[in-house]
């Protein structure tokens, strides 16, 4: 399952509060080692280094120019 933003904060909360990483395993169902994870993450950089940004878009003829630019 993927979590969402608001998922990730509430499962920080939960984590705060005593909750174990099987129960939280099983509410939100996802692997504990993941939770570990993102949890780590979060104790290491704050809550915003799970918030998921939006991808850059590069036109193509952006792409071939910066390419040829490299390769030349």
Request: glycine fraction near 6%; hydrophobic fraction near 35%; charge should be positive.
């Given at each position: ?6 998922d990730k904060?509430e499962?920080?909360?939960?984590r ?5 990483w099987s129960r939280?395993?099983q509410k939100f169902?996802v ?19 799970v918030?998921k940004?939006?991808?850059r878009?590069y036109?193509?003829?952006l792409?071939k120019?910066?390419?040829?630019e490299?390769?030349?």
């Amino acid at each position: 399952m993927k979590l969402s933003y608001n998922d990730k904060i509430e499962i920080y909360q939960m984590r705060q509060l005593g909750w174990t990483w099987s129960r939280l395993s099983q509410k939100f169902g996802v692997h504990d080692s993941l939770l570990k994870y993102m949890i780590r993450l979060i104790d290491k950089h704050g809550l915003e280094i799970v918030h998921k940004g939006k991808n850059r878009y590069y036109p193509p003829e952006l792409k071939k120019q910066m390419i040829n630019e490299v390769l030349m």
